[in-house]
């Protein structure tokens, strides 16, 4: 159980824009941060990240709250987890008690298979470091590669033992259990109820999230065993799903943000000996084919990516297919190749840190440039084999989203291939067509699968729900200005010298808080959307209970589902800088008016939408034909309406809408 001086200490220490700075690319918009969604596939930002409310708001999906809120949703957390995160991170000591079985047993599903690979890891590097077989085996081979004591920690390096079922043992005596083993794939249980290790006798690479939770193990075996797989790494599982996972991601990510490019190897050992020579912002594929989830995850940080390739002709010619792919997500794609016999690991292992830079931003080339040199010593002096690689070359640029960078691209192709610009340009409409046009049939597949009902178009629009966004008003204000003192005028009634009654106005200074409840509770009103009344309740507790409003330390007790909608509420102006409006000479206007008069006509704009309603149930619940009861209906609306005049006099205009 952590303590809540740890939680408090931990939420006034950690800062929204650094944390989330970590898994998203921000860049500064005014006082804020925006960035591409996280949550959504999209190219145009609409995540906002405020680091003076310190809390951040994803407008495509809908998601928002505190930096506490971002990891639970971000890297499916559990709120303890969050917390430690954010206390490992800032160097904040927190007491760790150990997980009895019990509270194994208790724990869901995912955060067992979690507990179990995470053992696992710590389980592997022990064994490397302090066993005589860990360190004559898989310490010695990690030696030979050049990766140093710090590599070895940094990345987590382990070693399974040889014997069948080392690991199981000692993971089933310390009470965790058989069914999660399995699941995550350490432990492979047969038919006839025995079982082994996945991966006995490898050396091995734990593979980790953007959050660096372990998710799964890349395995590499040093017997001269034929009929076992070099490499083999964990199954699918409800943690680990290949195509979304990048090696090295983990320890990459802030240098990738920081140099605004990604270089995209193919192995383990190609990261580590990368990192180690000085070069941060590199991730594998891990040897499978690029997925778009992949490429995804790189774009959160960069729009840069430069794959590395060795000097293999084929494996070039294999691994090339994937720059398609990157530029279909909009990114911008260099290529780099090492010379024969090289790769990354062994090329970082040979040169020096300059000399590795020099290399890389001196043989970097665009994607143009590389098909062309690649494919054109295959065509040479064929007519047919150039067209071919032409039109393979068009076909990559038809991928990018961008219409000005592809007629960059096509007037690039013209220019190294000496062909006309328009043959290229009607050769690529052609592309882009067919592209829609089978686009178009999958969604009209779609459509017809999903057997889409029309809409009744015959009944009108519906109309803004009125109450729902006054009452968001309300706890708009309370939470912007609620602790702010503000002066509010009143029309008190007096007797003047003659005895008369009329009324004085009179100015009072309160806390805008304070206001909104005795106007409230002046007409016994209580909010009718159920979210809000759980917020207005909890807004009223908190200021009489605290003489100032803290967001963070608000935040912090509120629910998933209640911090989202504060959120939306808090980030609701902060939405406008998305837009851009002034860089179009557009100004937006923001509350910064008088409080005083926006708190006085939202409640009064309320308290006429509440008379309308009266009455119109007045008129709706009316059956009796008596002439006496029609004239004491007819009374009662005429003062209700007086009533309605008087308000809405008071703050200087007669309204026709609650807006």
Not at 458 to 476: D, F, G, M, P, W
Not at 521 to 528: R, T, Y
Request: glycine share 4%; charged share 30%.
């Amino acid at each position: 159980m952590i303590t809540r001086e740890t939680i408090d200490k931990v939420f006034e220490t950690a800062r929204v824009e650094e944390v989330i700075g970590d898994f998203v690319q921000l860049k500064r918009a005014g006082s804020n941060y925006k960035g591409l969604s996280p949550f959504s596939d999209e190219r145009s930002p609409s995540f906002m990240v405020s680091p003076v409310k310190q809390i951040w708001k994803d407008f495509s999906s809908g998601k928002g709250g505190s930096v506490v809120t971002f990891l639970m949703e971000h890297e499916h957390f559990t709120y303890p987890e969050a917390i430690r995160f954010l206390a490992n991170k800032y160097n904040i000591e927190i007491e760790e008690t150990e997980v009895s079985n019990e509270d194994k047993l208790e724990a869901n599903e995912k955060e067992s298979m979690y507990l179990v690979s995470e053992f696992a890891k710590t389980y592997f590097q022990d064994i490397l470091l302090n066993s005589e077989e860990g360190k004559a085996i898989g310490l010695s081979y990690f030696k030979e590669r050049g990766f140093t004591n710090e590599t070895i920690a940094k990345f987590g390096l382990g070693y399974s033992p040889e014997t069948w079922d080392a690991f199981t043992k000692e993971a089933l005596s310390k009470g965790y259990q058989l069914e999660y083993l399995d699941k995550v794939g350490l432990t492979i249980q047969r038919e006839d109820g025995k079982h082994f290790d996945r991966f006995k006798g490898r050396v091995m690479f734990p593979i980790q999230s953007l959050s660096g939770r372990n998710l799964g193990f890349g395995g590499r075996i040093l017997n001269n065993d034929k009929k076992a797989a070099k490499y083999l790494n964990s199954p699918e599982s409800e943690i680990y799903h290949k195509s979304k996972v990048l090696y090295g991601i983990f320890h990459a990510k802030q240098a990738i943000a920081k140099q605004n490019n990604c270089y995209l190897v193919e192995g383990y050992t190609d990261v580590i000996q990368m990192h180690q020579a000085g070069i941060e912002n590199v991730v594998a594929s891990s040897g499978t084919a690029l997925t778009p989830d992949q490429i995804r995850l790189v774009n959160r940080l960069t729009k840069n990516i430069t794959v590395l390739f060795d000097g293999d002709a084929a494996g070039l010619r294999a691994s090339v297919r994937g720059i398609d792919l990157i530029l279909e997500e909009g990114m911008n794609v260099k290529v780099c190749t090492f010379p024969d016999g090289d790769d990354p690991d062994s090329f970082a292992r040979k040169n020096s840190y300059e000399d590795l830079v020099h290399h890389l931003e001196n043989n970097a080339k665009d994607f143009i440039q590389f098909k062309a040199s690649l494919l054109m010593d295959e065509a040479q002096n064929d007519p047919i084999k150039k067209a071919d690689l032409i039109r393979d070359m068009v076909v990559s640029i038809s991928k990018i989203p961008d219409r000005i960078k592809r007629e960059i691209y096509i007037q690039e192709t013209s220019r190294i291939m000496d062909i006309s610009e328009q043959v290229l340009l009607n050769t690529l409409a052609q592309l882009v067509q067919k592209d829609l046009s089978e686009a178009g049939k999958k969604q009209k597949q779609e459509f017809k699968a999903l057997e889409v009902v029309k809409p009744d178009t015959s009944s009108s629009l519906e109309k803004v729900n009125i109450i729902y966004e006054l009452e968001r008003k309300i706890i708009e204000m309370l939470l912007l200005y609620g602790s702010q003192e503000a002066d509010f005028e009143d029309f008190i009634l007096k007797a003047n010298e003659e005895g008369e009654m009329i009324e004085e106005m009179e100015t009072s200074t309160v806390k805008v808080h304070q206001r909104i409840y005795l106007s409230l509770q002046e007409d016994e009103v209580e909010l009718a959307n159920p979210l809000f009344k759980e917020i207005y309740t909890d807004l009223i507790a908190y200021y009489n209970q605290n003489e100032n409003f803290n967001i963070e330390h608000y935040l912090m007790q509120l629910s998933i589902e209640h911090s989202q909608m504060v959120t939306d509420i808090l980030m609701l102006e902060e939405k406008e800088v998305l837009h851009n409006w002034e860089a179009k000479h557009i100004y937006v206007k923001t509350k910064d008016k008088n409080v005083s008069q926006y708190v006085a006509e939202t409640i009064t704009s309320l308290r006429e939408y509440l008379i309308n309603k009266l009455i119109m149930d007045l008129m709706n619940s009316f059956t009796n034909d008596a002439e006496s009861d029609l004239e004491e209906l007819k009374s009662t609306i005429n003062d209700y309406n007086k009533l309605k005049v008087n308000l809405t006099n008071k703050i200087g205009r007669i309204r026709s809408t609650y807006l």
